[in-house]
């Protein structure tokens, strides 16, 4: 979970992308080393969470490695903003949308592939603002065929059903995304959908920022042949939540070997993740903030000494 990733284009090995609560740590000024780590690993608990109630951009890159005859390797870069709407009092809207940027490797040659847009894959969840000890979510899971070449899509409209649901017990964050889709329209020279997602994540949430995490996603293709039906990883990694600047941020890398995987696609793969997250901040933090901000400014604006 961002951990929590999704399915990419036909073929494709996207990643699916928790707060103590769904919503991000908005904390006021306190003691400083407990409370530094305490906001950190809510913010961790916000980052891993796919409901939480807090702005967020991954950037996610999924290789998949030895496809086809020819060992190719296939990369999808998954742009992953999800934005939470407060619809009223007691629920939020999230809305995560996936924007696949392929490479696809044309498996029957040593060379050559396509390379472009892979189909949208937006996702609405209704989930409660105070949601307790679990975490859930429902929503409608959608495939758009945007696709710049047959190759990266399925040329389909595609919806069915999604459903998140998490705890976050002590360091801990474990939970579950799933949904499956069928197709409903689209181009009649392609193949229906009928395809499911599992994506279970365990994290655990460590001292100055880093977790280890585990969050590989199964797949099903329910109109697959025998045998190439399901692709089942295991495999985990590492991240840690942290500032590039003033920007906070959660960078992670995973590896998956496939323990199931349809003839001729990839035995394992690496997920690699920059998160940019944007949290809600109390009146003291923004205050504290901005002055760390003019700080630094002054002093990179003071001239050096003169050296002798």
Do not use: C
Not at 120 to 137: C, E, M, T, V
Not at 164 to 172: A, C, D, E, Q, S
Not at 279 to 300: T, V
């Amino acid at each position: 979970m961002s951990a929590f990733a999704q399915q990419g284009p036909a073929g494709a090995t996207d990643k699916p992308d928790p707060a103590a609560d769904t919503n991000p740590p908005s904390t006021e000024q306190a003691t400083p080393a407990a409370t530094s780590e305490a906001q950190t690993e809510a913010l961790a608990k916000a980052a891993q969470n796919p409901v939480a109630d807090m702005i967020s951009f991954p950037l996610q890159n999924n290789t998949s490695f030895g496809v086809g005859p020819y060992g190719r390797d296939q990369d999808v870069l998954n742009l992953e903003p999800v934005i939470p709407l407060h619809i009223s009092k007691n629920w939020n809207l999230i809305t995560r949308t996936i924007l696949p940027i392929v490479w696809q490797p044309d498996a029957s040659r040593s060379s050559q592939g396509e390379y472009g847009l892979g189909d949208l894959n937006p996702s609405l969840f209704l989930s409660p603002r105070n949601p307790g000890k679990s975490i859930w979510a429902v929503g409608p899971a959608i495939v758009l065929p945007t696709a710049t070449a047959p190759e990266l899509g399925q040329g389909k409209v595609s919806v069915g059903p999604s459903v998140v649901v998490l705890t976050t017990p002590g360091h801990w964050v474990i939970g579950a995304l799933a949904n499956n889709v069928w197709s409903v329209a689209g181009s009649g020279s392609r193949p229906p959908v009928n395809q499911f997602l599992l994506q279970y994540a365990v994290n655990y949430n460590m001292k100055h920022g880093w977790y280890v995490t585990s969050s590989p996603i199964l797949t099903a293709n329910w109109r697959a042949s025998s045998g190439n039906i399901w692709t089942v990883p295991f495999g985990g990694g590492v991240g840690r939540i942290m500032q590039l600047g003033f920007q906070p941020v959660n960078i992670s890398a995973q590896f998956f070997g496939n323990a199931a995987y349809p003839k001729g696609s990839s035995p394992w793969g690496m997920r690699v993740q920059l998160a940019l997250l944007y949290p809600k901040f109390s009146k003291a933090q923004e205050k504290k903030m901005l002055e760390e901000k003019l700080k630094q400014i002054d002093q990179e604006q003071q001239p050096a000494a003169p050296q002798h």
